[in-house]
């Protein structure tokens, strides 16, 4: 697959889409649908009432043509194949599916859910939050709002970048080694990760300590491998170690002696590895709650 220079084109294309093919947030559905995850997920760590969750529950139930779009975005986003002619088949199945759609009835949905988020929620805050792979969003949104004729060159660069997203499989292959050096921590903390089912967020989320929360609200507001994550992580990690090494020393049970001191080692590991996931933050929160179980 095509890219720019020695970087991909979909983190290219944002320098050139804004030409004709303009990106617009307020109609990018998959996006507003993430702000809402994340603005539910920031609410309910702080002890407030999540506006945003019931604005979800409102405009993507079941039937509304904005789930339908969503699951076109989620179609995209997920798929992961080397195979170029079923790459092809996917995203074009999903425009397929999104010119079934009734568009003036979406665009009426559209309107109404920002028209409830302007009402309810922090306008400039809500959209200033960062998304990981904001481009590919992008888009998403612009061949699924635009069509080939209003701008053939830029229509087909983005729909290239988004046959390269489905195909990029580095990360793929990054996140499967990172699994393997913490699979003798409890699998538990390799499922933890920010898009739990927003309806479970208080359920699984209320007895956290203030240190876990602090983890993660910065995996969802930063980059999760930026060099803030790493500085972060690192932070915790000494941290971590520190208490659960004392834990060891003090600890009567050879057993839980030796158990201890591998967790120690898997998280000696973290600094240095050249990928940052999910399944690090998770390993950070399953670390602390152990701490609070010995104490």
């Known amino acids: 697959m095509s890219s720019v220079g020695t970087v991909p084109i979909y983190k290219k294309v944002r320098f050139l889409m804004a030409k004709k093919l303009k990106h617009k947030k307020l109609r990018n559905t998959g996006l507003i649908y993430e702000l809402l995850v994340r603005q539910t997920t920031s609410d309910v760590l702080n002890g407030q009432t999540p506006k945003s969750l019931d604005i979800v529950k409102k405009f993507f139930k079941k039937g509304s043509l904005l789930s339908e779009e969503l699951k076109l975005f989620n179609i995209i ?132 300590d203030t240190r876990q929360k602090s983890i993660l609200r910065h995996f969802i507001f930063n980059a999760v491998d930026s060099e803030d994550s790493r500085k972060f992580i690192a932070e915790e990690v000494l941290y971590l170690k520190s208490h659960l090494g004392k834990q060891s020393k003090t600890a009567n049970d050879k057993v839980l002696q030796i158990k201890l001191n591998e967790v120690v080692r898997l998280l000696d590991e973290i600094p240095d590895k050249n990928f940052i996931s999910e399944s690090t933050y998770s390993a950070l929160l399953r670390s602390h709650q152990l701490i609070k179980e010995l104490n």
């Open 77 to 208: 986003l997920d798929s992961r194949t080397k195979n170029s002619q079923f790459t092809s088949e996917i995203l074009e199945a999903v425009l397929k599916a999104s010119q079934k759609l009734d568009r003036k009835a979406l665009e009426k949905e559209k309107y109404l859910l920002i028209k409830e988020i302007n009402s309810n929620l922090n306008k400039e805050h809500f959209f200033k939050t960062q998304v990981k792979d904001y481009v590919v969003y992008a888009c998403i949104s612009n061949l699924l709002e635009y069509n080939p004729e209003d701008n053939p060159t830029e229509y087909v660069l983005n729909k290239t970048a988004l046959l390269e997203h489905i195909s990029t499989n580095n990360g793929q292959n990054q996140l499967q080694q990172e699994t393997t050096s913490t699979a003798n921590i409890d699998p538990e903390l390799k499922k933890l990760t920010f898009k739990l089912l927003i309806e479970k967020f208080n359920k699984r989320w209320g007895s956290l």
